[in-house]
């Protein structure tokens, strides 16, 4: 091949090389496209289309691409899509097919893939996603069953405008919570931490089983389990009386924890162990909350684990207070202590009875 007919091979292939570039940079669905669509009412077939090109095209992203800063670009292009239009009809129809084509990733083996997944799907508060949600529930990898709690929160005030929907959430809810911990079962008592303004059915079906989860986790709060013992310190700040009828369950609440972490520090085998130092801490966090509830000046206990005395003589004299002083002041306000070393202590029924 002599030099001109090399020159003109070349060109050729550097001009077909240029415009598949262009093609393939203009099939590139964008945020742009989705903006300029009018978003009035129910989508038509062609709007439908255009969003389900999109998430396809991020979806397969997340799937295909090797570098992780990229799955996170490709994440952020599937939210930043669904916040596009404020529009509800917008916001449930991509909702629901973002729900149906990112399902595929929880199925991969790769947990860095399956959480980004689980993270976009609970940036989408529709009731649409809720199949998706419980499949996150049960999955194997924790942090996906974290989300997977964090998309009901997020969604909580739609799902419970439908019976159906509501009850199926409450039951995995119940579920997570009496079965997982650490931060899982943080997320599962915040959820279910009733926002004041929400019905009444609503609120006493959330508190019925919050207050379930918690009387049954003591158990592992008595057997020095760090994590359980964290959350519940972490919870404490969060248990706010709204009412006078509502103060009598906090109040439950807490002396079902007190008793807990005080019998569970006299049966502490390592007196230096983690598990024990974070007992004495929601020892002191729960008597803080109580004496500010019922108004009380005194902290017996947090005197006494100031003490410089044993560790050993630290969880008789605490456990000592609990029934002098803090079993008085409780039954004044009608309270017994239902926690009870025993296994059976955790079947006990709970403060408010399930009205869904």
């Not at 991969?108 to 499949?135: F, G, H, S, W």
């Not at 439908?162 to 959820?191: H, P, W």
């Not at 239902?338 to 009875?353: I, L, V």
Request: a positive charge; hydrophobic letters at 40%; aromatic letters at 8%.
């Amino acid at each position: 091949m002599n030099k001109p007919s090399r020159v003109i091979v070349i060109s050729v292939i550097i001009a077909f090389q240029f415009l598949m570039t262009e093609s393939v940079e203009a099939a590139v669905p964008t945020i742009e496209d989705l903006e300029k669509i009018t978003v009035i009412g129910p989508l038509p077939a062609s709007v439908r289309k255009k969003m389900e090109e999109y998430i396809g095209y991020y979806v397969n992203r997340m799937k295909s691409v090797k570098s992780f800063k990229e799955v996170i670009q490709a994440r952020k292009r599937l939210i930043n899509g669904y916040n596009v239009h404020r529009s509800s009809y917008w916001q449930s129809g991509y909702a629901a097919i973002c729900a149906d084509r990112i399902c595929a990733l929880l199925d991969i083996p790769d947990a860095a893939r399956q959480v980004q997944a689980a993270i976009t799907l609970a940036n989408m508060p529709q009731y649409t996603i809720q199949p998706a949600i419980e499949k996150m529930a049960k999955h194997s990898n924790p942090a996906v069953r974290y989300w997977a709690v964090r998309a009901y929160k997020a969604s909580i005030r739609r799902m419970v405008l439908y019976d159906a929907r509501a009850e199926k959430m409450f039951q995995t809810l119940k579920c997570l919570g009496m079965n997982d911990s650490g931060s899982i079962l943080m997320a599962v008592l915040r959820c279910l931490t009733p926002y004041p303004d929400m019905d009444e059915k609503t609120i006493s079906t959330m508190k019925s089983i919050f207050d379930e989860i918690w009387l049954a986790r003591c158990k592992d709060v008595y057997a020095g389990k760090v994590d359980v013992i964290q959350t519940y310190h972490k919870m404490v700040r969060f248990l706010i009386p709204f009412s006078e009828a509502d103060k009598k369950r906090i109040l439950q609440l807490l002396a079902d924890a007190l008793e807990a972490s005080s019998l569970g520090l006299i049966n502490a085998t390592n007196r230096k162990s983690l598990a024990t130092k974070r007992l004495m801490e929601l020892l002191i966090a729960l008597e803080n909350k109580l004496a500010d509830i019922t108004a009380t000046n005194e902290t017996p206990i947090l005197k006494i684990l100031d003490e410089k005395i044993s560790p050993m003589e630290k969880a008789i004299k605490t456990r000592l207070k609990v029934n002098e002083y803090w079993k008085s002041i409780l039954a004044k306000h009608g309270i017994k202590l239902r926690f009870h070393a025993s296994k059976k202590s955790t079947t006990t029924k709970p403060t408010t009875s399930p009205s869904r």
